[in-house]
């Protein structure tokens, strides 16, 4: 009878202990569920967006384009490639206040990365080019940088025969400006750096970047950078004017043809040092920074865009915590230096 009573009990506690146990098993369950919904709600809301995985690439068109990128022939004097100023090792960019063509022609703005272009929705600081096929022929065609013209490409590749068996196997029309363009736009689509540390924390790796770029990067919206820099590319989404608060230029002085912005194209004065907001993806690989190349650290950049847009002078803890925030944008890609 005492073992009857005693194996009872066991059973008794046993089973309590189960119905805690599974209890609990469902709490963690509902916890996780929560925590991932919360994540991505979180993630919902944020005026920045991971960079996604380029979509339907033509491959054969794309290595068509990365052999016309790095080929000098579409210079005049067969010694400048788009390379020569996109250099994809560096950050996608030369370093350079001003890019240097044929004949060692300089430039007259800072040369913009090539990372990413294709999430921008204009091409060029003015955005004279609407798509990545016409922001070719800007540089084939500028006299300080290829000089050259269709004409002059075409007949030069027309030479090479792995060149016209390339193009005629990829495109209907064979070697044609319009295949160019398409080549080397179809190639800079694949240009994207995705799976930074910071996209990587967006997706719920909070261990992904340091406490000071967490700080930094709520800094950054809470002084209002982010109204000009969101979305996947952290820019490149829309115009803004250099000097909203104070008058950049009067104080940079030399004005330039080049400081007008997109005032050159429109010739309507509400564009007058009007420029295309640019991407703040790979930033840390990519200084000087500004159309002029006038600021030689992050540090700068941000103190300026500060004053000039905000109207605020950023103290040095909160400037150091927004430049760890930029630190954490460097994304990846087969090219970049790590």
């Known amino acids: 009878m005492e073992y009857r009573v005693l194996i009872q009990s066991l059973v008794q506690v046993f089973q309590r202990r189960l119905v805690l146990y599974l209890m609990m098993f469902l709490i963690l369950l509902i916890r996780a569920e929560y925590s ?166 967006l997706k719920g790796n909070h261990t992904a970047i340091s406490a000071d770029a967490k700080e930094g990067y709520r800094l950054f919206k809470s002084y209002g950078c982010s109204s000009c820099h969101q979305g996947q590319s952290v820019g490149g989404n829309m115009y803004e004017k250099m000097g909203i608060f104070h008058d950049y230029f009067a104080d940079r002085g030399n004005v330039t043809d080049a400081d007008l912005g997109r005032f050159n194209l429109t010739r309507e004065e509400l564009h007058r040092y009007e420029f295309k907001v640019p991407s703040l993806r790979n930033i840390a690989l990519t200084a000087p920074y500004f159309h002029d190349g006038s600021a030689k650290s992050l540090g700068q950049a941000v103190r300026t865009m500060g004053w000039y847009q905000l109207g605020r002078r950023i103290p040095d803890d909160d400037v150091k915590n927004i430049v760890a925030f930029l630190e954490s944008l460097t994304g990846q890609h087969k090219d970049l230096a790590q």
């Open 36 to 201: 991932a919904s919360a994540t991505a709600i979180e993630y919902s809301v944020e005026p920045i967006s991971p960079i996604s995985e380029p979509q339907n690439i033509d491959a054969a068109r794309a290595a068509l384009g990365e052999r016309l990128f790095n080929d000098p022939r579409l210079s005049s004097d067969d010694t400048v490639s788009c390379a020569n100023c996109h250099v994809l090792s560096a950050g996608g960019d030369d370093g350079l206040v001003h890019s240097f063509g044929v004949n060692g022609a300089e430039g007259v703005i800072n040369s913009p990365t090539v990372y990413n272009s294709s999430l921008n929705f204009v091409q060029f600081w003015d955005g004279r080019a609407p798509t990545l096929e016409e922001q070719v022929v800007g540089p084939v065609h500028n006299p300080i940088e290829m000089a050259s013209n269709w004409v002059q490409v075409i007949g030069k590749l027309n030479q090479d025969p792995e060149y016209v068996s390339q193009f005629r196997s990829v495109f209907s029309e064979g070697l044609t400006a319009e295949s160019i363009k398409s080549a080397l736009a179809e190639y800079e689509r694949t240009l994207v750096t995705p799976d930074s540390p910071f996209d990587r924390y």
